[in-house]
């Protein structure tokens, strides 16, 4: 049995849940608004101040669906409640990060600046020169954002440098030894 697709979802204070025909599911909150179509296999259903979500027949799809259906739906109560948000961190010599607009500047011991343009629902702030927090309300595009932005460059294991996330452990090697 689905342990996490049997528990039901709290709607809090101020978020409006709706579902209409091919489980297309919109909750408004106070940060925003989400919509996402989930399987159409699944039943949802919106009750006094809950949402349960509830599976077909016992088939290992349907349950494989009905947990990530119930995590999906409650990713976005809590996105238009109280959003998201990623940490990351530029280490290096040299290497920043600057906003400018809508605009994230990076240098990263590249022969130019990397720039990349904010998407849609989502929006990176920079304190200092080195930790960029990447925020919005859908989970999904601030984590694909972030890691594209750690893609520009990765740490490396030797020294370090590179951008990683904030609560990443780096394994770190051993370099040349000398006589």
């Known amino acids: 049995m689905s342990r996490i697709g049997k528990m039901p979802i709290a709607i809090p204070a101020g978020v409006t849940v709706d579902v209409a025909e091919n489980n297309k599911v919109t909750v408004k909150g106070p940060k925003g608004t989400l919509e996402r179509v989930m399987s159409g296999e699944m039943t949802i259903k919106v009750e006094d101040g809950q949402i349960t979500v509830e599976r077909p027949n016992d088939l290992k799809r349907n349950k494989s669906l009905h947990g990530l259906t119930r995590t999906l739906l409650n990713n976005m109560v809590i996105g238009v409640t109280n959003g ?3 940490k990351l961190e530029v280490n290096g010599v040299g290497y920043r990060a600057a906003k400018q607009g809508k605009k994230l500047t990076l240098n990263l011991g590249y022969s130019h600046p990397v720039e990349m343009e904010d998407p849609e629902g989502v929006e990176t702030v920079v304190e200092g020169t080195n930790i960029i927090f990447v925020r919005g309300i859908d989970k999904e595009k ?10 520009k460059r990765r740490p490396e294991p030797y020294k370090g440098k590179g951008i990683k996330y904030a609560d990443e452990h780096i394994r770190r090697k051993v370099g ?4």
Request: proline letters at 0%.
């Open 176 to 179: 040349k030894t000398g006589k």
């Open 142 to 151: 601030i984590g694909q954002y972030a890691a594209e932005i750690r893609d």
């Open 84 to 86: 998201y948000e990623k």
